[in-house]
């Protein structure tokens, strides 16, 4: 299935410089719940081998699926990132959907990275992640590429090499750059230190629910010490939709586009991501940047896939008007000239 691309927001638009892991996703389905298999008493010794009935192998990796997202809706992701030797395909892939290339860091020795996932019948998921190339991240410095692309709106740091996201996270603030901190899948691995470090001054903070309590257990802060050091905290609550606090105190909850089908979740709040940040490049507001976000996941959603979803603006703007009325429908299609 290919993609539909839509050029929707303005070229003078700043782009948008996207870091974090680019990787190939190996998925497998299991059929059956891996709860059934869990014995409470034994949690200290768990040995256990699933027998799945599919595997496709996809494109994936946080900042190429928020990146493609982005591109999706005509913004300028400028994916930054370390790749290995095998990356000529996917590059194609990518540069074919929009998305800027040409910064990202090729190393000869290694293969790019690689996450192996399996998913049961209740969408539960357990995956493994190889870094690979991804390690080198962190030898990769910002401002060459600033410098080259011309201002940018707005730098994502999602997850990848923790040394590199922490990196990155500094030289933003040395430099006076706003960033977006998307700790994710990185909580399970990076200190609290770390996380203290990629946090502290960002414009937006990403998290779901489960990773926003392990980020408050990993730093020791609470919501107020978290609220005092990021601008806006945009936190998903799968079905229940999302929550939105503003350092002002003011909080807002957004509920979800209602899917079709539920097919594959993974990707989805890379496909979140990539439809706010789409969102707040074309000037909306926040509450209708998350409502775009929320299409965007739930499109992921309907696919197996993180990018093989077709994006059509008329479908588009219908699901946005039947999920949250004509006003949001309305002004998300003027700011796209859907």
């Not at 928020?66 to 892939?93: C, K, N, Q």
Request: glycine letters at 10%.
């Amino acid at each position: 299935m290919n993609a539909v691309p839509v050029n929707a927001v303005p070229a003078a638009s700043s782009p948008v410089i996207v870091t974090g892991s680019i990787a190939s996703d190996h998925l497998m389905h299991f059929p059956g719940r891996f709860t059934d298999s869990l014995l409470a008493d034994q949690l200290d010794r768990v040995s256990l081998s699933f027998l799945v009935d599919d595997l496709v192998v996809r494109r994936g990796g946080v900042a190429a699926n928020i990146s493609f997202t982005l591109a999706m809706l005509g913004a300028r992701p400028v994916l930054v990132d370390a790749v290995g030797h095998d990356f000529a395909d996917y590059e194609s892939w990518l540069t074919r959907h929009g998305v800027d290339t040409a910064h990202v860091l090729r190393c000869a020795d290694v293969a790019t990275a690689r996450f192996v996932c399996t998913t049961d019948e209740d969408m539960n998921q357990i995956g493994s992640f190889y870094a690979g190339a991804m390690a080198r991240s962190r030898e990769i410095e910002l401002a060459p590429v600033i410098e080259a692309v011309g201002p940018v709106g707005l730098v994502m740091i999602s997850a990848g090499d923790p040394d590199g996201m922490t990196r990155h996270a500094a030289e933003c603030r040395e430099h006076g750059w706003s960033f977006a901190a998307d700790p994710s899948q990185q909580l399970a691995r990076i200190s609290g230190q770390q996380a203290r470090e990629l946090v502290t001054g960002a414009e937006l903070l990403f998290s779901n629910d489960y990773e926003l309590g392990l980020l408050q257990s990993k730093t020791a802060w609470s919501l107020d010490d978290i609220a005092a050091r990021v601008r806006t905290r945009v936190t998903t609550h799968g079905a229940k939709g999302i929550e939105i606090a503003v350092g002002s105190g003011e909080t807002l909850h957004v509920p979800v586009v209602p899917e079709h089908g539920k097919v594959d979740p993974t990707g989805v709040g890379d496909g979140f991501r990539g439809g706010f940040l789409a969102g707040r490049v074309a000037g909306l507001p926040i509450r209708r940047c998350a409502e775009l976000g929320s299409l965007m996941a739930t499109l992921v959603l309907e696919t197996v896939g993180t990018q093989e979803y077709e994006f059509d603006s008329a479908v588009a703007g219908a699901r946005l008007k039947e999920a949250y009325g004509d006003d949001a429908a309305r002004e998300i299609g003027a700011a796209f000239d859907w």
